[in-house]
């Protein structure tokens, strides 16, 4: 069973950090892209950061760059996203996603969210 847990949500303040974590289960994690998107209610979905299998290529949204930085273990099998200099704005609901190619073809999970705030 595919898994996505995501973690490490909650309030900061404007300027501060907090690091996100996605445990993923049930797939071959060092076989899938790896990213960070985020909603606010009423807006579309937008990809902040992903991480790929090959070099660990890294890209980012042009609004979170040098700011935050996404990062993988695949041993433990897990994805981070390290936000420094949080800003009002940051607020949102962050998900963990996975894409890859397997033998049944191309697969994509999602976790369940965890919401991020940030006061001024």
């Known amino acids: 069973q595919v898994q996505l847990v995501e973690s490490g949500g909650g309030l900061a303040q404007s300027g501060g950090s907090l690091r996100l974590s996605c445990a993923a289960s049930?797939?071959?994690?060092?076989?899938?892209?790896m990213s960070w998107y985020r909603q606010v209610l009423g807006k579309k979905r937008e990809l902040v950061a992903l991480?790929?299998?090959?070099?660990?290529?890294?890209n980012y949204a042009d609004s979170v760059k040098d700011r935050f930085t996404i990062s993988k273990d695949d041993v433990k099998n897990t994805v981070y996203l390290q936000m420094n200099s949080l800003k009002p704005e940051d607020t949102a609901l962050y998900y963990c996603?996975?894409?890859?190619?397997?033998?049944?073809?191309?697969?994509?999970?999602w976790g369940q969210g965890t919401q991020v705030t940030v006061s001024s």
């Open positions: 991480i790929g299998t090959t070099n660990g290529r890294t």
């Open positions: 996603n996975a894409i890859g190619l397997t033998f049944a073809g191309l697969r994509e999970y």
């Open positions: 049930g797939f071959t994690f060092s076989g899938f892209d």
